[in-house]
């Protein structure tokens, strides 16, 4: 193994908590275990494999591996050990090997290290399913419990990746690393692993690693003001979009700012696919698209639909029927947060952005998508009808200025 393939974090063996995992293999009663087939007696062997030389070997013993201890989501009494065991040989130079995923609908190549990551990070994210949800995940609690208590030792191992010199390990790591640090228990951890993240935001530059980041440091509760303003206008989003920026004025202008120009921060941080323009490569903390869920924190940190209406008709042309509940669907919430009475007369800010969406031809497909929104607010959910609601002055509306 090479200087280059060394991790430049020292986890101290994982705090020499991890057991030796060959020791594991030999120690546990696997027999007694059981994984979604029946008893486990044939995990040690598909753990063992994780170590072939042979690549196609390693990427099919996980994919049983992840069929059989997890499979979907669900935890079963062997599932611990198998995450302490995989945890124990993150630092092996035999999983630096690269090779396809064995999953059908992953068509990335990478080192089997971050895919053991990224499985690390989805056995902790199954195990605090209850906190994060609030819904009941239907795994035996006495699985559960098992995995919740190596979560600690996974959680070192885990962490000692943050700074690895491969992109796709540090991208799996920090994905794990969040889901690890749901977990009531480790949730103390995150002011030292912000202390390593703030390491890598100096260091990388890489877009998409940066503002993964700044995400991750910002829900943590991390101060991310510095970075409002970042060369990167995407890291300055980003930083912006932290809970503690609420509230503060150059982060709320920041977003704006990025707001009037929607198709641009949609090339930030490509998130379509080629197979499914509408799928996306989500980042940490965010769900769904980058731009909606800047556009989110726009409507809830301004107070008058004035100072949105710039933005608000800045994003019609990415808008339609599909998009309602992201886009134009909360902008005529806080165009109209008193709801429409027809005594009363439109303000020029409602005519305006109620204009930009009669324009849009693809926002009125299928009515039955956007009646809701309209009926909420009290207006009709058609387009000749909110034509006539406008009234003579109705033309095709021109851009605002920047």
Same mark, same amino acid.
């Given at each position: 193994?090479?200087? $280059?393939?060394?991790?430049?974090?020292?986890?101290?063996?994982?705090?020499?908590?991890?057991?030796?995992?060959?020791?594991?293999?030999?120690?546990?009663?696997?027999?007694?275990?059981?994984?979604?087939?029946?008893?486990?007696?044939?995990?040690?062997?598909?753990?063992?494999?994780?170590?072939?030389?042979?690549?196609?070997?390693?990427?099919?013993?996980?994919?049983?591996l992840d069929m059989s201890v997890l499979h979907q989501e669900s935890l079963y009494s062997a599932t611990a050990p198998a995450a302490l065991f995989i945890a124990a040989i993150l630092d092996d130079p035999r999983t630096l090997a690269r090779h396809e995923s064995c999953f059908p609908w992953d068509d990335r190549s990478r080192p089997l290290r971050a895919t053991l990551l990224e499985w690390l990070g989805q056995v902790a994210d199954s195990a605090v399913h209850d906190e994060r949800t609030g819904a009941d995940d239907g795994n035996d609690p006495a699985?559960?419990?098992?995995?919740?208590?190596?979560?600690?030792?996974?959680?070192?191992?885990?962490?000692?990746?943050?700074?690895?010199?491969?992109?796709?390990?540090?991208?799996?790591?920090?994905?794990?690393?969040?889901?690890?640090?749901?977990?009531?228990?480790?949730?103390?951890?995150?002011?030292?692993?912000?202390?390593?993240?703030?390491?890598?935001?100096?260091?990388?530059?890489?877009?998409?690693?940066?503002?993964?980041?700044?995400?991750?440091?910002?829900?943590?509760?991390?101060?991310?003001?510095?970075?409002?303003?970042?060369?990167?206008?995407?890291?300055?989003?980003?930083?912006?979009?932290?809970?503690?920026?609420?509230?503060?004025?150059?982060?709320? $202008?920041?977003?704006?700012?990025?707001?009037?120009?929607?198709?641009?921060?949609?090339?930030?941080?490509?998130?379509?696919?080629?197979?499914?323009?509408?799928?996306?490569?989500?980042?940490?903390?965010?769900?769904?698209?980058?731009?909606?869920?800047?556009?989110?924190?726009?409507?809830?940190?301004?107070?008058? @639909?004035?100072?949105?209406?710039?933005?608000?008709?800045?994003?019609?042309?990415?808008?339609?029927?599909?998009?309602?509940?992201?886009?134009? +669907?909360?902008?005529?919430?806080?165009? @109209?947060?008193?709801?429409?009475?027809?005594?009363?007369?439109?303000?020029?800010? $409602?005519?305006? @952005?109620?204009?930009?969406?009669?324009?849009?031809?693809?926002?009125?497909?299928?009515?039955?998508?956007?009646?809701?929104? @309209?009926?909420?607010? +009290?207006?009709?959910?058609?387009?000749?009808?909110?034509?006539?609601?406008?009234?003579?002055?109705? $033309?095709?509306?021109?851009?605002?200025?920047?």
């Open positions: 193994m090479t200087a $280059q393939d060394q991790s430049p974090v020292d986890a101290q063996a994982a705090g020499d908590r991890l057991p030796d995992p060959r020791s594991l293999i030999e120690d546990t009663d696997w027999g007694a275990l059981e994984h979604a087939y029946g008893p486990a007696q044939d995990t040690p062997l598909r753990l063992l494999q994780l170590l072939a030389e042979e690549p196609e070997v390693q990427a099919e013993a996980m994919g049983l699985a559960t419990a098992a995995v919740r208590a190596v979560l600690g030792p996974v959680c070192d191992a885990v962490t000692a990746h943050l700074l690895a010199p491969d992109p796709a390990v540090r991208e799996a790591a920090l994905g794990a690393v969040t889901m690890l640090l749901e977990a009531p228990d480790l949730a103390g951890r995150t002011v030292s692993t912000t202390r390593i993240l703030r390491n890598l935001l100096a260091e990388s530059t890489d877009r998409r690693e940066r503002a993964a980041t700044v995400l991750t440091i910002g829900a943590w509760g991390a101060d991310t003001t510095e970075l409002l303003t970042d060369p990167d206008p995407a890291v300055r989003a980003c930083a912006a979009l932290a809970p503690g920026c609420i509230g503060n004025p150059q982060a709320t $202008q920041v977003i704006l700012h990025a707001l009037l120009e929607p198709a641009t921060v949609e090339s930030w941080l490509p998130e379509p696919t080629a197979a499914d323009p509408w799928a996306a490569d989500p980042l940490p903390q965010i769900e769904g698209r980058l731009r909606h869920a800047l556009l989110a924190a726009a409507i809830e940190r301004t107070d008058d @639909f004035e100072e949105l209406l710039a933005v608000a008709v800045a994003c019609v042309p990415l808008c339609s029927n599909l998009t309602v509940g992201d886009d134009w +669907g909360p902008l005529l919430a806080a165009a @109209f947060p008193s709801g429409y009475r027809p005594e009363v007369e439109l303000t020029a800010a $409602q005519h305006r @952005f109620l204009s930009a969406l009669v324009d849009r031809d693809v926002c009125w497909r299928y009515t039955h998508l956007i009646a809701s929104w @309209f009926h909420d607010i +009290g207006l009709p959910p058609d387009r000749d009808a909110i034509k006539v609601l406008l009234g003579n002055t109705w $033309q095709r509306p021109t851009p605002p200025r920047a």
